[in-house]
């Protein structure tokens, strides 16, 4: 028998992040061959985090387009998978969390009767529509995934609520927390020079992301009036929002947030640039769902602008709250935690759940196990 071939695919960012490790470390495993399928639902924000782990797919579908829509991404993605099924001929697939990617993916996987393997498997707000399309994507793939690899126990609970049971289930920790351990370092200089000359002993530094779906519109019109607010009325405090490629993003930006003081709008980072600019901050303010689980293991405060989140693990631990999506309610937790500095130290103090960083070995371990390369099922991960 030649070695387990396990194709993993994803598209975006954020699962490029947190999937290049588990790429990484697959292929040290002598029993399997460790593939890799990028959608580029994401091209430029994507190629950067693949350079950073200096990985290059060996199947590119090339899929992006101006304003694309989630029609066209799940389409081109369903169609562009039957081309690299037939040439890479994979016994297992891999896909991350809740993009149209993780959809697609697994359902052309299907398609082809290959197992599939949920990377980040379930996380659940129970509102269809929010995050959106991301919670439909995540209950869409567990009806078709074989194996599933969840970051907290409570994912493993919320999945056997809908009846998946059973020895296919395994508590990893989430891979993003293995990620930072190759990304963050103390000596670390910014390749965007403007990031080395902020005053990040001096005053607070705010790093902000806001980009999701379900927020365009009003919400995102009170989120940057928010930011705008809490910059105008704190002169300690530097914003850093590296603002996403989307159009609809950048327009909302460019109207409401534009020309405020001491706000540094910038392209979108490199993993690399990211994760040591959330080392150096001071708080997050984010809309992302990646972030909710990478600030705190880096003791950093996260408030975020949803009204929902499918990482409750991080609020009940006390290391996120959620602010919601109304200016006056952003702008009054901010100022806590700009001001009150007990407010501010129970958060950054608080426990991490997401995982110790070896997330990667126990989804290798747990796929090497389930096709009979290891006798024993790895333990699952406990806080």
């Not at 693990?313 to 959620?322: D, H, N, P, S």
Request: charged share 25%; aromatic share 6%; with cysteine.
């Amino acid at each position: 028998m030649g070695k387990l071939r396990v194709l993993s695919v994803f598209g975006t960012r954020p699962e490029a992040i947190k999937m290049c490790p588990l790429v990484k470390e697959l292929g040290t495993r002598p029993g399997i061959e460790s593939l890799c399928c990028v959608t580029a639902q994401h091209r430029q924000m994507l190629d950067a985090v693949l350079e950073v782990f200096r990985l290059k797919p060996d199947w590119d579908l090339d899929i992006m387009t101006p304003r694309q829509t989630l029609s066209g991404i799940t389409s081109k993605c369903l169609l562009g998978m039957d081309e690299a099924i037939a040439a890479l001929k994979p016994d297992l697939i891999l896909v991350h969390g809740d993009t149209s990617t993780t959809f697609a993916g697994a359902l052309s996987a299907f398609y082809h009767q290959i197992p599939v393997g949920h990377v980040e498997a379930g996380l659940r707000t129970y509102d269809k529509y929010s995050p959106f399309p991301e919670e439909m994507n995540r209950v869409l793939v567990s009806g078709i995934a074989d194996l599933f690899f969840c970051p907290t126990a409570g994912n493993r609970e919320n999945l056997a609520r809908e009846g998946h049971t059973g020895d296919n289930i395994f508590v990893t920790g989430n891979t993003v927390i293995d990620a930072l351990k190759t990304t963050v370092r103390e000596d670390y200089c910014f390749e965007t020079d403007e990031l080395n000359r902020l005053p990040y002993k001096d005053k607070k530094v705010l790093l902000v992301t806001c980009h999701r779906r379900e927020n365009y519109g009003e919400p995102m019109k009170n989120i940057m009036l928010a930011l705008r607010q809490i910059a105008e009325d704190h002169p300690d405090v530097e914003l850093v929002y590296p603002v996403h490629l989307s159009p609809v993003v950048r327009e909302s930006v460019d109207q409401y947030l534009r020309g405020a003081p001491r706000v540094h709008l910038i392209d979108p980072l490199p993993a690399g640039e990211m994760h040591n600019l959330m080392a150096r901050c001071c708080l997050v303010l984010t809309d992302s769902g990646g972030l909710q689980e990478e600030a705190p293991a880096l003791g950093k405060p996260v408030l975020v602008l949803r009204r929902e989140t499918e990482r409750p693990e991080a609020v009940a631990a006390g290391t996120v709250k959620l602010a919601g999506v109304v200016q006056d309610d952003i702008v009054t937790m901010a100022e806590r935690l700009i001001t009150d500095k007990s407010a501010y130290q129970k958060m950054a103090h608080a426990v991490n759940p997401y995982g110790d960083g070896h997330a990667c070995r126990r989804i290798a371990d747990a796929i090497e196990w389930r096709f009979g390369l290891r006798e024993e099922r790895p333990a699952d991960y406990e806080t």
